[in-house]
């Protein structure tokens, strides 16, 4: 029983660990189309959300964490 447990907790920290990294990376691409909106840059949030790299870039460079 103890075993099933473990797995069960195991399991609920992902869960909350991949809720935390999706909720983060949302609050990231709302802060950085509205600095895109802002520079007048909007049609770049597209290729940024679809590019991991390009998105950590802009995020840099927009000092967005």
Do not use: W
Request: hydrophobic share 40%; with cysteine; proline share 2%.
């Amino acid at each position: 029983m103890s075993l099933m447990f473990g797995y069960v907790h195991e399991q609920d920290i992902r869960d909350e660990s991949s809720e935390k990294t999706r909720k983060g990376l949302f609050s990231k691409l709302m802060k950085l189309r509205k600095a895109l909106d802002a520079t007048g840059c909007s049609a770049e949030f597209a290729d940024a959300a679809t590019n991991p790299e390009l998105l950590e870039k802009l995020c840099a460079e927009f000092g967005i964490s």
